[in-house]
């Protein structure tokens, strides 16, 4: 119902930035859907990065917060995440999701509350 295609990533150097999008094709309504991104890396579990909910809150991880930035179009066909001063921490597969349980804006960096992913696009920070 929903299809999620993520791109923008690549390697970058410490103190970089990168901008990564998501292009959303839904045919429901994803009007009240909250979006976010998250990320994997090797070897660990994924986590949330950042989410806006379908009325603009946002939410971020501490470890991205103040660096990372999300936005969304006012039509819901796109989701993007700028990334500034990124670290070689910040190395991960990066997933676009679209969810519509999470009750709260606490709740929407939980992978649980999330029904639609992407494929990922790879983030690679050298330093």
């Known amino acids: 119902q929903v299809q999620l295609v993520e791109s923008g990533g690549g390697s970058v150097q410490a103190g970089g930035s990168l901008r990564l999008s998501c292009a959303i094709s839904?045919?429901?309504?994803?009007?009240?859907?909250?979006m976010s991104w998250f990320r994997q890396a090797a070897g660990m579990q994924r986590e949330g990065v950042a989410a806006i909910r379908w009325g603009g809150s946002t939410i971020y991880a501490d470890s991205v917060r103040g660096r990372f930035t999300i936005s969304k179009d006012d039509a819901r066909t796109t989701l993007w995440l700028q990334m500034n001063s990124l670290k070689p921490d910040d190395t991960a597969l990066y997933y676009c999701a679209v969810g519509h349980r999470a009750p709260a804006l606490s709740d929407h960096l939980y992978t649980t509350f999330y029904d639609y992913w992407g494929q990922g696009t790879q983030v690679t920070v050298s330093s």
């Open positions: 839904a045919d429901i309504d994803t009007t009240y859907y909250h």
